[in-house]
């Protein structure tokens, strides 16, 4: 007997375009006349999505106020005032584009808005957030995180500390899936994202939680990562190449809020902790370091994603893997940016109990002494 759980997923609404739709799908929650925050990546304040965003909005009848006034990996601080905002101009629905940071903060805005208690107290399910929440609509403009399909949302403590907020509090509503969004990104955050993206569903599809209704997501997501990345990567105006690459990113996304990832998001939230490093750098490298490990216990899980990847099995997944890495300009050795960095101090971060649920996902069981072996190995390969 199986148990198969797939969680609620937003309404999407997708296609060239379809950011025009944002003040339309936005009013039918609020009601006319209702406040919007408009939660607004600051890299794209060069761009026109900002105004066309807020048209839409004013357009439905809407008041917007913008906040950019955030970094990337968001401060506990930063959604904090972001809350202020919305609760001083009595805000119905937070709008929230950008990458991973923007959708995070205005999907924790949303969830905390309605009480006044600060985003800190909600951290690892420690409150219930409050009954009443805002509106949340969530814009992507990278094709990686999966921010916009996920209960979660990670912020930074004062004391640097990276805590997640989770539940159904922190979910979007609405997802608009518009490529033509993505295609101002550069080829270095293409790559870097969609790697990303192509981890998070390698990983659900291959982890302990991985099942038949779960890798329906996973493996299409497989699927149109490792057949849009090189091409979007290529030529960021191949509109057809960054559509697949969204879908593939949002799919995922949704796999990971079934299932969560594992041991390459270990290694790769465990490097980030000791040096600057992008996410999905990071765990692109912690899946080179330790597939052929994983692929020694394979039950068929990574037999099966490796045909997603258009593979003739599992044994060939490692290698195309790191092709594929390399081949999208994602630098694998860190001897410049981790000299001075041993293997120990690397797996004692690995250790720590803030990764230990990454740990846990992973189908074969991982000894302290492997944690060594994957940070020699991911110190080290060249
Ligand atoms: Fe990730």
Same mark, same amino acid.
């Given at each position: ?53 807020? &048209? ?65 107290? %909600?951290?690892?399910? !420690? ?9 949340? $609509? ?31 509090? $922190?979910? &979007? ?43 329906? %997501? ?11 990345? !090189? ?82 099995? &599992? ?6 893997? !790191? ?13 410049? !940016?981790? &000299? ?43």
């Amino acid at each position: 007997m199986s148990r198969w759980d797939l969680a609620m997923s937003p309404h999407v609404t997708g296609g060239a375009g379809a950011r025009q739709a944002v003040g339309a799908l936005t009013a039918a929650r609020t009601g006319p006349g209702a406040e919007v925050l408009l939660v607004a990546d600051p890299g794209l304040a060069a761009t026109p999505l900002i105004g066309e965003v807020t &048209a839409s909005l004013a357009a439905a009848g809407l008041g917007v106020t913008v906040f950019s006034d955030f970094t990337g990996d968001p401060t506990a601080a930063q959604v904090d005032a972001a809350a202020d905002m919305a609760r001083r101009t009595e805000a119905r629905a937070v709008v929230a584009i950008g990458g991973g940071s923007a959708l995070d903060l205005g999907k924790a805005v949303g969830a905390i808005a309605g009480d006044t208690a600060p985003a800190v107290a %909600y951290q690892l399910c !420690e409150r219930d957030f409050p009954a009443a929440t805002l509106a949340r $609509i969530c814009i992507p403009t990278t094709s990686g995180t999966g921010s916009e399909a996920t209960r979660t949302a990670i912020v930074t403590r004062a004391d640097k500390a990276k805590v997640w907020l989770w539940g159904d509090a $922190i979910k &979007a509503h609405e997802i608009i899936l518009d490529p033509e969004t993505t295609l101002s990104l550069p080829a270095h955050l293409t790559a870097q994202t969609g790697i990303d993206a192509l981890v998070h569903a390698l990983e659900a599809a291959t982890n302990g939680n991985a099942n038949a209704a779960n890798n329906l %997501y996973a493996h299409e997501a497989i699927r149109l990562a490792s057949r849009n990345l !090189e091409a979007a990567v290529a030529d960021g105006s191949d509109l057809a190449a960054r559509d697949g690459l969204q879908r593939s990113a949002w799919l995922a996304g949704i796999a990971i809020d079934n299932g969560g990832t594992a041991v390459a998001h270990t290694i790769g939230h465990a490097l980030a902790s000791l040096r600057p490093l992008h996410h999905g750098r990071s765990v692109a490298l912690g899946m080179i370091a330790t597939l052929a490990w994983n692929l020694a216990d394979d039950d068929g899980r990574f037999d099966a994603a490796a045909r997603a990847m258009g593979l003739a099995g &599992a044994h060939e997944l490692p290698e195309a893997f !790191e092709r594929l890495t390399r081949a999208v300009g994602i630098k694998v050795s860190l001897a410049d !940016e981790f &000299a001075g960095v041993t293997p120990d101090a690397l797996a004692a971060q690995m250790a720590r109990p803030e990764n230990a649920a990454m740990r846990l996902s992973n189908r074969r069981r991982i000894e302290d002494g492997d944690l060594l072996v994957f940070a020699e190995r991911v110190l080290t390969q060249a």
